[in-house]
């Protein structure tokens, strides 16, 4: 074994501030790194040539080593390879030094490692793969892992996609990092360091393609200019392996062409597109193809003139088949005006029932891209049942990095687990094993192609995805891409370590604060297969339940004042149970077998109708809500744990969005459980719903500049109302005597942070300022702010261990700025160990 060491104690490996740039490709210094014997001293890197994935590698390997361990390593020959890591291509290898043993097991993108013998050998099947090979050799050191080991490692399918949604003036869709790495108004960006940044952290973690812009697509992408662009990100990504795509506007043609159609079937159309295809690849020879949004959310597609979505997307095919180009076209096609009255009505079936009668009818280098669930990204679906339709099509799994219905990067849920969930799921297609992940690998149904697409939306922000925790999402969603076998809590160690260092506490923590977020957030938003229950209609950011029904938009629950849930089954309802293969549609059309974490997803029950626990569906609701606001209490008290284990940036940005989303889920929780008491009436049986007794709400107190107002949705503010100063230009107060007993109290004050101004607040107790701050929460977190008070902007600050006499006047000023009126909802006094 050439390396050799046992970690003693612990250390560090931070510097003091760490901005979250590097990602987990810090190669902090490994502790006690001076005991290892025997690190390489040299590396061999079979290609110099600097645009080349092995000469990334030397780099990295250079670079890694150096900070690891602290040592500089020379540039070997070919000959003196003893004490050498030789990184490289198989061919490579084998030219100069003869076969070896493992060449024929390496698959495309695969590579060899091994750390036998005199040498470390680092080969890729291709120059890509050998890069892949340096990162894993590197992250295995920068671990600890320094046992000798020697495997080869192939990728479980070929497409390992990111999509950024990314538009041309530098907004992103649905991102909440800062604007775009690629683009500024209306253009590629001159300056390509992050995107090269970017690319290193992907190839990292093996992704080998990104779509760089929205599929919601602007055609002025095709222009001459932005064709150059397009080939400068592609010259910074290609060091590291990783293709650039692009998503394409259906309507260019016409649009931004200047023909009069668009018609997919029109030659003059298929020669536009094979003209600007050409042009495209002139630039840029490698590019890994294109990505289609159509007939979806009033995109263009094939369907205006009356041709199938597959004639839509061979028309791309055959543009970008002389050049190895896929399309990856999607699946997410629906009519967003359906009517809710119509009981069989169902977004649900709108994939399958578009795309059934298609199969086999693409074009071979055609991908359909599927989104896991059938309908968008909810914090709980089944799989889609397209997976198991297209049998004679190539397939791929779309996931979302970016976490648009699941707290927008400020509340922490690992998604690991649930990716696992649905890759892992079988469809049992002619009852033979059809796991999701064996599906979209092209390996069940023997097709060419096959894959994940991840949306991931980083921006400017130095964090990446303005979370530091959010990070290990990106890694898992690299690994899983590349083996969905991995184990979800393994990974996220990997990352920790990589992160955050070598700590046993800091790993137990980050590791058990991960692993339960995912539940955490379903419980306090939406159980039971009911969906995230946010605003649909406005951010997907707070709670909202009653904009999911009484649109077209189709994620309907139902919900009435007795019962709640989608029937979908086949004998009563939508009938998209039977879309699923005959053992897994046994299984969601009886309400016995349909397990509780999907019961309202395929089924309408009584709010008294019993789950498998015992409980009734409302008890469930109140008790899971109540749970998982408490699991996000916890949160910031085990990452409190982690003072001085941590470096002060990172340690303090994680801290505030701790303490957020602890006060947000308690917004979520509240809101919930108020909607559906109120709808349903039907009691809490543990009397917490609507009964808070450590509040005094605002609208209560003695109002000075301040007037009271009915917050829309009126569950969003505790007892409905809040205040708000009356003009936009003076001071409120809102004044009480405290009447809770003496003694020390942690004091929170609900308010609402609105975009459009920064309200001013001074929090009193006899003249004494307590605390004061300002509502700025829109500059803070990148998510998606509202202009109201509502389910979003509904926030919580606390001052911790106050002292308080019963009798003490409590006093709130808030200074109104801009279009935000300093609106405050209550004040709590929590006794020690008490939420409310
Ligand atoms: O859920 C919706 C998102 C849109 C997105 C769309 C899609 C890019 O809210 O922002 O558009 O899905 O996936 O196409």
New binding site residues.
Partial sequence: MLLSGIIVGLFLGFASGEDGSAGWLRYAPLPHASSYHSIPSSIIALNNTKSSPVYTAQQELHQGIQGIFGKTLSNGTSTGKDGSIIVGTAHAYQKSYGDFDEAGDIEEDGYFLSTEGRQVLILGQNERGALYGAFDYLSRLAQGKLDTVSYVSNPHAPIRWTNE?DNLDGSI??GYAGPSIFFENGFVTGNTTRVAEYARLLASIRINGIIVN???ANATLLSARNIDGLGRLADAMRPYGVQLGISLNFASPQTFGGLNTFDPLDPTVDAWWANITNQIYARIPDMAGYLV?AN??GQPGPLTYNRSLAEGANMFARAAKPHGGIIMFRA?VYDNHINETNWKADRANAAVEFFRDLDGKFDDNVVVQIKYGPI??QVREPASPLFSTLRNTSTAIELQVTQ?YLGQQTHLVYLAPLWKEILEFDLQADNRSSKVKDIVSGERFRRPLGGSAGVVNVGTNLSWLGSHLAMSNLYAYGLLAWDPALDAEEILQDWIRLTFGHDPKVLETITDMSMKSWPAYENYTGNLGIQTLTDILYT?FGPNPATLDNNGWGQWTRADKFSIGMDRTVKNGTGNAGQYPPAVANVYENIETTPDDLLLWFHHVNYTHRLKSGKTVIQHFYDSHYEGAATAQTLVKQWESLQNKIDGERYEHVLFRQTFQAGHALVWRDSINQFYHNLSEIEDQAKRVGNHPYRIEAEKMTLSGYKTYSVNPFHAASGTTAIVTASNSTVGTATTNVTFESGTYDVAVNYFDLIGGKSQYELQLNNRTIGSWTGDLEDKLGHAPSIYLDGHSATRITFRNITVVKGDLLKISGRPDGIEPAPVDYVSFLPPGIVD
Wanted: charged share 45%; aromatic share 22%; glycine share 0%.
């Fill in positions: 949604w869709e649905r929205n599929v919601n949004k979806s959310e997410f968008d990204f648009e997907h």
